[in-house]
C-alpha cells in the first residue's frame, strides 16, 4: 500500500506541465476543443483520487506551482505564446474552469472514500 501511495504521488508531476498553455496550443492547432476536453479529463481523474486517496494537499500545491508557471510563460513571451492569443484573462478563465472540475471531482473522491470506510464497519 505505501509503494502505491508513492506511485499516485507521482502522478502530480502533470502540474509541471502548464497544460493550461497545452491545451491552447492544441486547440489552436487542430481549430477545436480537444485539448481543453482532454485536460479537464486528465485533470478531473487526478481531483478524484486525490480526493480518495487523501492527497488534496499535493493537488492543491500543483495546481498553485502551475498556476505561477503559466503566468511565467506569458511575462516571459516565449514562442509557446506568440503562437495564439494568450494572456493573463485567458489562463485565468481556463484555469478556473480546470480548478471547479478539480474541487467537483475531489469531493466525489471523498465521498466515495468515506462510503467504503462506513461499509467497512
Avoid at 44 to 53: C, N, Q
Avoid at 76 to 95: G, P, Q
Wanted: hydrophobic content about 55%.
Amino acid at each position: 500500500m505505501l509503494f502505491y501511495n508513492k506511485v499516485w504521488s507521482l502522478s502530480f508531476i502533470y502540474f509541471l506541465i502548464p497544460y493550461c498553455h497545452l491545451a491552447l496550443a492544441i486547440d489552436y492547432q487542430y481549430h477545436s476543443l480537444i485539448g481543453i476536453f482532454a485536460a479537464l479529463f486528465i485533470v478531473s481523474i487526478l481531483g478524484f483520487f486525490a480526493g480518495k486517496t487523501n492527497y488534496v494537499f499535493h493537488l492543491l500545491l500543483g495546481n498553485f506551482i502551475n498556476l505561477i508557471l503559466s503566468y511565467l510563460i506569458i511575462l516571459l513571451e516565449t514562442k509557446f505564446v506568440v503562437a495564439y492569443d494568450n494572456s493573463f484573462l485567458n489562463i485565468s478563465v481556463l484555469y478556473s474552469l480546470f480548478l471547479i472540475a478539480q474541487l467537483i471531482s475531489c469531493f466525489w473522491g471523498k465521498l466515495f472514500r468515506s462510503e467504503k470506510k462506513g461499509l467497512l464497519k
